[in-house]
């Protein structure tokens, strides 16, 4: 079965740190790209980081650049997301996605990627 699971969200004070992971089978690892989304409440789902795993090129916003680093394990088809000093805009359903390379880089669009995880909760409290 072709799919991509998360895990790893939770309750976490601000300034914290939690370390979000995603598995992905099914498909040949290598050949895709894998990115973090968020989505708040009331807000539209945004790119948190993206990484080639073929390359290894990372992608991140510039809201948690600094803070935020993806990682990749191709012997474990596993992607992470440690995430460093939280703050309370970090609050959000944080989801995993796959979509196929091209190129060397990754891209945080939505529409690059056509394989979801159905998210994993992050709550920062302040």
Known sequence: QVQVVESGGGLVQA?????????ASGLTFDRYIMGWFRQA?????EGVSCIHIGS???????SVKGRFTISRDNT???????MDSLKSEANAMYYCAAGGAAGFGCYSQE???NLWGQGTQVTVSS
């Open 56 to 62: 290894g090129i990372t992608v991140y916003a510039d």
């Open 76 to 82: 474990k088809n596993g992607v992470y997301l440690q």
């Open 41 to 45: 409440p009331g807000k539209e789902r």
């Open 111 to 113: 529409n690059d990627y």
């Open 15 to 23: 300034g914290g740190s939690l370390r979000l992971s995603c598995t």
